[in-house]
């Protein structure tokens, strides 16, 4: 059975740096593709960025380019999110997704999602 666990969110100022984790268990293969999204109060839930998990591609939102860094550990089945120069808009729980089966990278069609973990930026 699949299990994404997210750990590593917390509160920092703004400017500050924090890097989240998800451990992913259950692959046979390992997913295609794993991803960050996020949801604030109030709001939709909207991707952060993706990774090709054997590839190793990125895509990122335009909000985190520049700022956010995914990256993967292959032999680990793990997914991480390096989060620099964070702002108050970054406030927001952010969860791990894996296997996409639709077509867009960033969008929703993931099929496995974890719990999330809270991420806050005080002004």
């Known amino acids: 059975q699949v299990h994404l666990m997210e750990s590593g969110g917390g509160s920092v100022p703004a400017g500050g740096s924090l890097r989240i984790s998800c451990a992913a268990s259950?692959?046979?293969?390992?997913?295609?593709?794993m991803a960050w999204f996020r949801q604030a109060p109030g709001k939709e839930r909207e991707a952060v960025a993706s990774?090709?998990?054997?590839?190793?591609?990125?895509y990122y939102t335009d909000s985190v380019k520049g700022r956010f860094t995914i990256s993967r550990d292959i032999d680990e089945n793990a997914l991480y999110l390096q989060m620099n120069g964070l702002k108050p808009e970054d406030t927001a729980m952010y969860y791990c997704?894996?296997?996409?089966?639709?077509?867009?990278?960033?969008?929703?069609?993931?099929?496995?999602w974890g719990q999330g973990t809270q991420v806050t930026v005080s002004s």
């Open positions: 997704a894996a296997n996409l089966y639709g077509t867009w990278v960033l969008g929703p069609e993931y099929y496995d």
């Open positions: 990774i090709e998990f054997f590839g190793g591609a990125t």
């Open positions: 259950g692959y046979t293969f390992g997913p295609n593709y």
